[in-house]
Every structure is written in structure tokens, then in C-alpha cells.
């Protein structure tokens, strides 16, 4: 270590090679920059190379070999179809790198892997992983360290992989702000499909039907509120990226949707048969559960709800949250809920209640009415 190399990178990777500059893999320079990391990239498609390179996130390379050439890492981060072959490449191209990916799926990049030839010497450098970020937007112009920042950062080692090199990577993954967590690749696939895959395919089948419906009813889409907004949010997603994912996940996605059917089912029985209890105590349980889901907050301190009625004009949103940072305020959850009478909604927020009557009085001189609704 030379009394150059900036502090924030001891005893983690230097020298970071990004292959794929797309939304994730410039999400993933970005941080690696910011936390004093030498990042290179380069990108099958030039323009989008050069995009990524406009961020100033990461030195753009002409060639593969010249993006892993001295790298200590290797993030590959191209489509799920050709990432186990881009892996291979690597790991062949940089034997003295430690080379991970970020796909959604990891058992057809494992899969892809061993059939491109790698060795067990090879193997051992490979720790996949998944970072659980990203948006329905695409492309390097919408990246942003932020993706990564709080984020689930799942890392899926194979028997091969040394102990040692999955270390240095959960010490990269943490260093870059998110949070290594360690799973079986089968049993990765496995959860995903139903908590990635199976929403995209419930997204877009929702907006599907609304949108055949229309066909008849010109006016459905125009009653469509939050509730409708929020879970087809995702059906705005980049067509290109998903049939390679559900053929790559297509036996834990198929077995995820015969669950959702088979859920789906019971609910229509319940409403088919005005079982009112039935229906209050289900949707009383699917509230607690969805209150529960991991916030970036500490679990000893009490969440609160906040609703915030808000016009709907240009900058509110960054008002209501510039105040939560002038008052220290860690925001949890935001969710916009659009209201069909005229141009205003609600903004709902998820804060701890520590230290909060300073952030509401301040609200309150800016002209916002706040009420708060303790969590359970």
C-alpha cells in the first residue's frame, strides 16, 4: 500500500474493472469512485461506454482485456444471457483478479460458466453475486451511487470459491454501502422469483388487463389511483431484459406462480362467499407482514407513518425531504398516493419517531399538514 492509495480502500479492492456500463454496472463505479476505488470499463456497445464515461465514474478501456489488464476486481455486469461466457472471459483474461457478476439468476451464469471451460484454479476467483437495486429506468444516464446505497447485496459462493476472496468481497460490497448477505445460489433463485420475478410478471400482467380492457372502457385508465400506480410502477421496466430472466428462473418462476394462483384462488373464494372475517383477517395479516419488511432504520427504534398532503407541482418532493435531512430525519419508505380530485395527492412517509416534533413544526411553517399514525 502506497501512501498514495486513498484510506477508504485498505485492505479492499484497488483497481475495479466494470464490464457492462449500464444502469447497474455505472451505479456500481459511482460508488466504487466515491469510496476511493481506481475504476475502468468498457461496454459491447460503445455509446453506451461513452455515456458511462461522461459520469466520470469510471476510465473508459477499448478492449476487455484492456479493462481487467492489473484490475483486482472484475464486476461483470451484461444481460443475463451472455454473463456466464463474459465471467469465463474474465476469469481466463485476468488470472490474477477476483471476477463477480450481478445477475438476478445465478444458476444458468453457473451453469454458463462451466460450459465456457473454466477450471477449478479459475473457480476459485468467482464469487457470484446480486445486488438487489436498481430501477425501471435503464442505461448509464440514470445512474446513480444511490442505487446501491442500503441495499441487500447478495453473494451466492460456489464449493470452489476460496473463503478468503468471498471475504474481500463482502468487505468491498460493505465498504461501497451495501449489505453483504450470503445465500445458496439454488436457494437464491429460488426466493427471488418470488419477490423479483413473480411482481414483474404480476406488474405487467395487471397492466396488461387494464389495458385490454380499455379497448371497451376508455375511461378505466383514467381512474386509475395509487394503488393501481404503485403495483404496476414495474411494468414500466425495460422490455428487453426480462425473457432472458424468466427463461433463465423459468422452473422457481413457474413454481412461484402456481403459489400466487393458488393464493389467488382462496382470496376468490373468500370474497365469492362475503366471508367478511375471512377478508379483514387476511387483509390484516398481509398489512402486518408488509409492515414488517426491512427498513433502513434500526429495529429497536418506533416507526411512525407520516401522511403529508402535498400539490402536485414541481419540486414538493425535494422540499419535504430537504427539511427530513436539515432535521437529521431518516426517511425508511416514501410513497406517492395520487388523488383523482384535482392536481394534489399524499405523501406518505416511513420515519422513526426519535427527534420528529422538530421536523413536523417545520413542515407546518412551510404551509404542510401533518398527521401521524404510529406502526405497529
Not at 456497445?45 to 479493462?67: N, T
Not at 451495501?178 to 439454488?186: F, H, I, K, N, Y
Not at 395479516?285 to 400539490?311: K, S
Amino acid at each position: 500500500m502506497t501512501s498514495m492509495q486513498p484510506p477508504e480502500v485498505e485492505g479492499s479492492f484497488r483497481r475495479v474493472a466494470i464490464v457492462g456500463t449500464g444502469l447497474i454496472g455505472t451505479s456500481i463505479a459511482m460508488a466504487a469512485t466515491r469510496a476511493g476505488c481506481e475504476v475502468v470499463g468498457w461496454d459491447v456497445e460503445a455509446p453506451v461506454l461513452a455515456a458511462a464515461a461522461q459520469s466520470g465514474a469510471l476510465r473508459p478501456e477499448a478492449s476487455l482485456a484492456g479493462a481487467v489488464a492489473d484490475a483486482d476486481l472484475v464486476v461483470v455486469a451484461t444481460p443475463i444471457s451472455g454473463a456466464g461466457t463474459t465471467v469465463a472471459a474474465a476469469l481466463r483474461t485476468a488470472p490474477g483478479a477476483v471476477v463477480t457478476d450481478v445477475a438476478s439468476v445465478k444458476g444458468s451464469v453457473l451453469a454458463d460458466v462451466h460450459a465456457a471451460g473454466a477450471g477449478r484454479e479459475d473457480l476459485e476467483r468467482f464469487v457470484p453475486g446480486h445486488p438487489m437495486g436498481g430501477s425501471e429506468r435503464s442505461g448509464p444516464e440514470h445512474a446513480s451511487p444511490s442505487v446501491v446505497d442500503g441495499i441487500v447485496w447478495v453473494l451466492t459462493p460456489t464449493r470452489d470459491a476460496a473463503d478468503g476472496h468471498v471475504a474481500s468481497m463482502e468487505r468491498w460490497v460493505s465498504l461501497l454501502g451495501a449489505r453483504p448477505v450470503r445465500l445458496d445460489p439454488e436457494r437464491h433463485d429460488r426466493l427471488v422469483a418470488i419477490v423479483s420475478h413473480l411482481p414483474q410478471v404480476a406488474s405487467t400482467s395487471l397492466m396488461g388487463l387494464a389495458a385490454t380492457e380499455e379497448a371497451d372502457e376508455p375511461e378505466i385508465l383514467l381512474l386509475a389511483a395509487g394503488g393501481f400506480r404503485d403495483m404496476t410502477r414495474i411494468a414500466s421496466s425495460h422490455p428487453a431484459i426480462w425473457p432472458d430472466i424468466c427463461l433463465a428462473n423459468r422452473d422457481a418462476i413457474v413454481d412461484a406462480l402456481d403459489t400466487y394462483l393458488d393464493e389467488l384462488g382462496r382470496v376468490r373464494s373468500i370474497v365469492a362467499d362475503g366471508d367478511r372475517d375471512a377478508l379483514l383477517a387476511l387483509l390484516a395479516d398481509a398489512r402486518a407482514a408488509r409492515r414488517n419488511l426491512p427498513v433502513g432504520i434500526p429495529v429497536e427504534e418506533t416507526l411512525v407513518e407520516l401522511r403529508i398532503p402535498v400539490p402536485d407541482r414541481e419540486g414538493v418532493i425535494a422540499e419535504v425531504t430537504t427539511l427530513a435531512a436539515r432535521f437529521g430525519i431518516n426517511i425508511a419508505d416514501l410513497e406517492i398516493a395520487h388523488s383523482l380530485e384535482g392536481r394534489a395527492g399524499v405523501l406518505v412517509l416511513v420515519v422513526a419517531e426519535r427527534n420528529l416534533d422538530p421536523f413536523e413544526a417545520a413542515l407546518l411553517e412551510h404551509g404542510y399538514h401533518v398527521s401521524r399514525t404510529p406502526l405497529p
